[in-house]
């Protein structure tokens, strides 16, 4: 699951995939494209929308996407369009192109659907952002069972 800073989208993603997949047979993860918040944990805002709905993301902390990340994941979801085509730019091959999707594209093909930064939208954003990524999640899930 990546987003541009790892603090908003990407690690809600990450918790609420976690919650519906057996982690014996599933590691879920997230990043951000950029290194602004290397180490610092999620959003206040994600982290209360996330416990509302009874998942606990308080314990991730923010790292950056880097290229190795195609050799240690079979899926790379990304939130939005330019962290799409930032995630492609360190691919080596077609394989690890193929790897990279957009989020929203589970719950509609091929719209190429962005899912909005939460950041500057109040708790609105993030109350949608999760519902957003909750549904994509049980695409996720329900493809993987």
């Known amino acids: 699951m990546v987003c541009l800073g790892n603090i908003c989208r990407s690690p809600l993603a990450e918790g609420i995939l976690k919650s519906k997949l057996n982690p014996d047979f599933?590691?879920?993860d997230s990043a951000g494209t950029s290194a602004y918040h290397i180490g610092e944990l999620p959003d206040h805002r994600s982290i209360a929308i996330a416990k509302k709905n009874g998942?606990?993301?308080?314990?991730?902390?923010a790292r950056q996407f880097i290229a190795s990340d195609f050799n240690d994941f079979d899926l790379i979801y990304a939130m939005d369009t330019e962290n799409y085509q930032?995630?492609?730019?360190l691919s080596k091959n077609k394989s690890d192109l193929l790897k990279v999707k957009l989020i929203l594209n589970e719950i509609n093909p091929s719209e190429n659907l962005s899912v909005p930064d939460p950041y500057y939208g109040g708790n609105?954003?993030?109350?949608?952002?999760?519902k957003m990524l909750d549904e994509a999640c049980n695409k996720i899930k329900n493809n993987n069972s």
């Not at 930032?86 to 730019?89: H, K, P, R």
């Not at 609105?124 to 999760?130: I, S």
Request: glycine fraction near 4%.
């Open 55 to 61: 998942i606990d993301i308080s314990n991730q902390s």
């Open 124 to 130: 609105n954003g993030f109350e949608n952002v999760y």
């Open 26 to 28: 599933f590691i879920v």
């Open 86 to 89: 930032n995630i492609c730019s």
